[in-house]
Every structure is written in structure tokens, then in C-alpha cells.
């Protein structure tokens, strides 16, 4: 069973920090690209960035809205996702989910999601 | 970018027939997937590839995409099919690729 566990949320003032992380099982983690997908209260889905898998070397992408103060990266070794969050804003407030294409290796639509982990940024 | 405009809500008679409508210039020319999400979880993927269903999702669900349109198509609508759905398409033509998501529609069944 394809499992995806998001953890790491919380409060954090603005200009502040945080690292989410993304447990994952029941599939090759190596093998699949692995994005992240905010929502912010009550609004709707924003993608925000994807590590590519091993064929694509790893290399990573970002939304313009998060690009500079964001970082995505993966260990392999325990098959997780780390999504590294800098500089930020009341308006990156919003649940996090980390998402993937487990049926292939492409860049596909997102068949599995994590529950999302909550990220208040607030003074 | 590319943008993908969805009707607020949509409201519909249990057993009675719901179309989603999801609008973007030359949509024809993407493959769009659809999501249903219901309050407090995460995004299920209901159609994907314009029309196809992936395991476990009822042949009540289908999707078609032609010019500048898509539709999600749902029949016999039934009570737990109240939920918010998402169209989607990867905007190739950007760099980097842009997963691109329509505003939402919120599926009221009477």
C-alpha cells in the first residue's frame, strides 16, 4: 500500500523558517518525481515545486511564488521528502501536501497525496 | 501562464446528471486530470488523461476535452459526491513545467 506521511508543520512567525518532511512507502521512491501542492484556507490547489527522479537526476523546480526561498530535496535512503521553507510570509499559509505518480515514472497526474501537514505563518 | 477557469458551484438532484466545466485556451491540446476533494481531506484523483478512471473510481465519473473546454461528467449523482473538484493540466510551454490547477467548483447535491 502506497503510503505518503507529511510532518513539520506548525506556527511560525513571519520571516521565519520551517522543514516539512514526507515519510513515504509501498513504492521504488527513487523511480518517481515527488511535488509539493499547498492550499491556503479556504482557497484552492497552488503547485509549488517537484524533485525529479533518478533518471532526471534529482534536480528540483519551484513555482516563481515560492522560488529563492523554498528548497525541495529527497535521501533516497529513507525514501523522504524534505521541503525547506525560508523567508516566510502570512501568505504561505496553508496546508502542505507532498503528492506523486505512482502508476509511472513521468511526470504524471497525482495519484497518491499525503494528509497535508497545516503551516501558519503569523505574528 | 496558463490559466484554467472553473464555475464557483454547481448544484444538482440526487440521481440527476452534474457537468463540471473546466475552460482554457486550446485545452483540447493538454490532457486534463480531475480531482474531488472533500472537506478536511487531501485531493483524490477522479479522472485522469481527459477521460480515463483510475482503479476504484465509479463508471459515473467521466471526463471529455475538445477546444476550449473540458467537462467532468457525473451520473446518478449521489449524496457523497458533495465536494470540491479540481481540474488540472501540466502547462508544458512553461519553464519549468507548471502543474496548473482551475480555481475549484463546489458541487452542491440538493
Known amino acids: 500500500e502506497v503510503q505518503l506521511v507529511e510532518s513539520g508543520g506548525g506556527l511560525v512567525q513571519p520571516g521565519g523558517s520551517l522543514r516539512l518532511s514526507c515519510a513515504t512507502s509501498g513504492f521504488t521512491f527513487r523511480d518517481h518525481n515527488m511535488d509539493w501542492v499547498r492550499q491556503a484556507p479556504g482557497k484552492g490547489l497552488e503547485w509549488i515545486g517537484r524533485s525529479r527522479n533518478r533518471v532526471n537526476s534529482f534536480t528540483t523546480e519551484y513555482a516563481a511564488s515560492v522560488k529563492g526561498r523554498f528548497t525541495i530535496s529527497r535521501d533516497d535512503s529513507k525514501k523522504s521528502l524534505v521541503l525547506q521553507m525560508n523567508s516566510l510570509k502570512t501568505d504561505d499559509t496553508a496546508i502542505y501536501y507532498c503528492a506523486t505518480f505512482v502508476l509511472d515514472s513521468v511526470m504524471g497526474p497525482f495519484d497518491s497525496w499525503g494528509r497535508g501537514t497545516l503551516v501558519t505563518v503569523s505574528s | 501562464s496558463y490559466v484554467l477557469t472553473q464555475p464557483p458551484s454547481v448544484s444538482v438532484a440526487p440521481g440527476k446528471t452534474a457537468s463540471i466545466a473546466c475552460g482554457g485556451d486550446k485545452i483540447g491540446t493538454y490532457s486534463v486530470h480531475w480531482y474531488q476533494q472533500k472537506p478536511g481531506q487531501a485531493p483524490v484523483l477522479v479522472i485522469h488523461?481527459?477521460?480515463g478512471r483510475p482503479s476504484g473510481i465509479p463508471e459515473r465519473f467521466s471526463g471529455s476535452n475538445s477546444g476550449n473546454t473540458a467537462t467532468l461528467t457525473i451520473s446518478r449523482v449521489e449524496a457523497g459526491d458533495e465536494a470540491d473538484y479540481y481540474c488540472?493540466?501540466?502547462?508544458?510551454?512553461?519553464?519549468?513545467?507548471?502543474?496548473?490547477f482551475g480555481g475549484g467548483t463546489k458541487l452542491t447535491v440538493l
Open positions: 488523461y481527459d477521460g
Open positions: 488540472q493540466v501540466l502547462d508544458s510551454g512553461s519553464d519549468p513545467h507548471v502543474w496548473v
